[in-house]
Nanobody, 114 residues
Framework: QVQFVESGGGLVQPGGSLRLSCEASPISFSLYDMSWYRQRSGMERELVATITTEGDTTYLDSVKGRFTISRNNALKTLYLQMNSLRPEDTAVYSC????????WGQGTQVTVSK
């Protein structure tokens, strides 16, 4: 069964950092463009960042310069380094191949608060 397991979320103060991980199994991870999404309470899910198979990246405007998406194909793992976190970054963060429409994993909760 294909699955993506997100981890690394938690409670952090404004200005702090977190690194999210997304482990994939048992797919050919390196063949997929991968994305991070987030869903804030009461809001639609939004695309946060994408990394292509060639390593090109794109970001939601509000996270540019603060978040960095990366991947390790040998480990079949996707990462999201989040710096200078703000309360409005509080959300459940999920990952999946960019082209998949019907899959959503459990996600990992990120809470930015004093």
């Amino acid at each position: 069964q294909v699955q993506f397991v997100e981890s690394g979320g938690g409670l952090v103060q404004p200005g702090g950092s977190l690194r999210l991980s997304c482990e994939a199994s048992p797919i050919s991870f390196s063949l997929y463009d991968m994305s991070w999404y987030r869903q804030r309470s009461g809001m639609e899910r939004e695309l946060v960042a994408t990394i292509t198979t060639e390593g090109d990246t794109t970001y939601l405007d509000s996270v540019k310069g603060r978040f960095t998406i990366s991947r390790n194909n040998a480990l079949k793992t996707l990462y999201l380094q989040m710096n200078s976190l703000r309360p409005e970054d509080t959300a459940v963060y999920s990952c999946k191949p960019s082209s998949w429409t019907n899959y959503w994993g459990q996600g990992t909760q990120v809470t930015v608060s004093k």
